[in-house]
C-alpha cells in the first residue's frame, strides 16, 4: 500500500482560503490502490446490511430508512482494516487538521462512510451564528481554533447530479442565522428547533430548489481519491442525487483531543494494540483510567 513520507503542510494562501471560505479542495489525497482496498470493504459491508446485519466484528452498518438521508450509513469504519487506519494520520491532510483544530492534540470524534443512492439529498445545516463548540470558528494570534474540521473523502468520482457536497462559503463567520435556512424566530443557544415539526411547515427546501440560495451556493465536485477540508461552522449540505448508482464518501472528523465519541463507539483493545503511537493518540488520547482489578473489555 502506497504512502507517503512527508506530510504536507498548508501555506499561507491555503490559511487565506480556509479562514476565508471555510473549506478547501484537496486533490489526489489518498491514492488509487487505498481507495479501491476502501471500496471492496464498504462492498462487503453493503451486502451485509441488505442481508439483514447490524455489525460486521466492530463496525455498525446504519439505515436510517428516511429519503431524505443516506442509503446506508458505517459507522466505526477505522475498525475496519489497515486502509482505514492509514488515514487516521494521512499525510494529505494531517497537518492541515493540526493547524485548524488545536495542536494541542485531536481526537477523531466520528468516522463513518455514507453511500447514497439516486433520490436521496442532505438538507443545509450548520452555520456560524450557531456557537456551539462543534461549531466554533475561532483565529487569534496566528492559530486556528475550530472546534470540528471535517474530511470527507470521494471513493468515487463526484460529478454533476452524483449528489454532491454543497457548501455555502463564507458562512462559518456569519453571526445572524439564514432566515431562507434556520427558523427565524429560533434564539441563539435553543436546542434543535428544527426538529419541532411546526416549524417546518412551509420552509423551502433550498437543496431540492436552490431559488434564492442559488448565488451563495458551491457544489463540490472531486474525482476518487480527492478530499474536501471544511469546518463544521460552514453551512453545508449534499444536492440531490439524480444519477443511477451511488455516492460514496468517507468522513474522519477531528476535534480537541478531550472530547468522547459522539455516538458513544469505543476503539478495540486490538486496534488499539496495532495502531502506531501517534495514531493510538488520535483515536485514543486519553487512556481509561480503571482500578487494577477491572479487566478491559
Known amino acids: ?37 476502501i471500496n471492496l470493504k ?7 446490511s441488505k442481508a439483514g446485519e447490524e455489525w460486521a466484528d466492530n463496525v455498525h452498518l446504519v439505515r436510517p430508512g428516511q429519503k431524505w438521508d443516506h ?64 461549531t466554533s470558528f475561532v483565529y ?12 470527507a473523502l470521494a471513493l468515487r468520482d463526484v460529478g454533476p447530479g452524483d449528489g454532491g457536497t454543497l457548501v455555502a462559503p463564507g458562512t462559518h463567520k456569519s453571526n445572524l442565522p439564514n432566515p431562507l435556512i434556520h427558523n427565524r424566530h429560533s434564539n441563539q443557544g435553543q436546542k434543535k428547533y428544527a426538529n419541532d415539526k411546526k416549524r417546518e411547515e412551509g420552509r423551502k427546501n433550498y437543496v431540492i430548489d436552490r431559488g434564492e440560495m442559488e448565488p451563495y451556493l458551491k457544489e463540490v465536485l472531486l474525482k476518487a481519491g480527492d478530499a474536501v477540508i471544511f469546518t463544521d461552522a460552514l453551512m453545508h449540505g449534499a444536492s440531490l442525487r439524480t ?18 465519541d459522539r455516538f458513544g463507539y469505543e476503539p478495540s483493545e486490538e486496534l488499539v494494540a496495532r495502531l502506531t503511537s501517534e495514531r493510538q493518540k488520535i483515536i485514543r488520547p486519553i487512556d481509561p483510567v480503571r482500578p487494577p482489578n477491572m479487566v478491559a473489555a
Open 243 to 260: 444519477n443511477e448508482g451511488e455516492r460514496r464518501m468517507l468522513f474522519y472528523r477531528y476535534s480537541s483531543y478531550w472530547t468522547k
Open 71 to 134: 442509503s446506508l450509513r458505517i459507522h466505526n469504519v477505522v475498525e475496519g482494516g489497515p486502509c482505514f487506519e492509514e488515514l487516521i494520520d494521512r499525510p494529505s491532510w494531517i497537518e492541515y487538521v493540526k493547524r485548524y483544530v488545536d495542536n494541542d492534540g485531536l481526537h477523531i470524534w466520528m468516522n463513518f462512510i455514507t453511500v447514497v443512492q439516486k433520490g436521496n439529498y442532505l438538507t443545509l445545516h450548520a452555520g456560524g451564528h450557531d456557537k456551539r463548540y462543534r
Open 1 to 37: 500500500m502506497r504512502r507517503e513520507t512527508a506530510p504536507k503542510k498548508p501555506t499561507d494562501w491555503d490559511d487565506y482560503r480556509f479562514d476565508l471560505e471555510g473549506y478547501l479542495i484537496l486533490k489526489n489525497a489518498v491514492d488509487p490502490e487505498t481507495i479501491k482496498d
Open 42 to 48: 464498504t462492498d462487503e459491508w453493503e451486502a451485509l
Open 140 to 151: 487569534h494570534d496566528n492559530d486556528f481554533f475550530c472546534g470540528n474540521v471535517n474530511i
